[in-house]
């Protein structure tokens, strides 16, 4: 199985080297002129959830995935998980996504768990500077999540799975926010909690700062925190100018 999800993935034996970045620095001289979130596992302990269902599905068909398939494909748009996941059980991706979604669209809003510090500080980021979020998941998901967490009004932008014709890892989804918000990708600042996140963030040319939620997940940036409540972070946020 792990050639297959390595063909799906796209997966590399070695990733470039980081270049430079302002967020090098800490607390950085820098400051945007645009914001760019993820959404599941950066704002909301929703991809949490998603992976726990994925395990419970496959621990009823008495299967499991070993510990690189279960990195290489978290973060990945539904229908890498689907086919990696179907492969595994021995059954119909068609059937097996039919199964999923439903399962994870039954409870998506049932407990909406915002991760510490994320609302607060985009808040405080949308006060100053244009915000979009970016999201491997469907439109309806997205907005249904958006709405639930009361932030709807607050982004200047969403872009979904079906916005773009690549999903992440491509970049197309953080180009198309930066284009929304009509900012450079180099002036946009990006949030990412997964691998593949990451990796759609730093090939758009965006500087990111990774806070990976997921264990497991190791994504490459030139900045790791381990939670958005960073008083560092905070006392940068209260920093800036407002451009709006």
């Not at 949308?126 to 979020?133: F, H, I, N």
């Not at 963030?201 to 939670?227: E, K, V």
Request: hydrophobic residues 45%.
């Amino acid at each position: 199985m792990q050639a297959r999800v390595d063909t799906l993935v796209g997966m590399t034996s070695e990733p470039a080297a980081l270049p430079s970045s302002p967020l090098d620095q800490w607390p950085p001289r820098w400051t945007p002129g645009a914001v760019i979130f993820d959404c599941d596992g950066l704002l909301v302990d929703t991809e949490g959830q998603w992976v726990a269902l994925q395990d419970s599905y496959l621990s009823q068909h008495g299967v499991s995935l070993d510990a690189a398939t279960r990195r290489a494909i978290t973060g990945r748009a539904v229908e890498v998980v689907v086919m990696t996941i179907a492969e595994a059980v021995g059954k119909q991706p068609q059937l097996v996504g039919d199964e999923l979604v439903a399962a994870h669209r039954e409870h998506i809003g049932e407990r909406l768990t915002p991760l510490p510090g994320a609302l607060e500080a985009l808040r405080a980021m949308a006060a100053v500077r244009p915000v979009a979020v970016a999201s491997n998941s469907p439109r309806d998901m997205l907005d249904l999540k958006l709405a639930e967490l009361g932030i709807a009004d607050v982004i200047d932008a969403s872009i979904a799975i079906e916005d773009v014709q690549a999903p992440k890892p491509a970049p197309d989804m953080y180009l198309a926010a930066a284009r929304a918000l009509g900012a450079e990708p180099a002036d946009c600042l990006g949030f990412e909690d997964s691998e593949t996140g990451a990796e759609a963030a730093l090939a758009a040319g965006l500087q990111l700062i990774a806070i990976p939620s997921i264990p497991g997940q190791d994504p490459r940036s030139p900045r790791r925190l381990t939670s958005m409540a960073d008083p560092v972070l905070t006392e940068w946020i209260a920093g800036w100018e407002v451009r709006r």
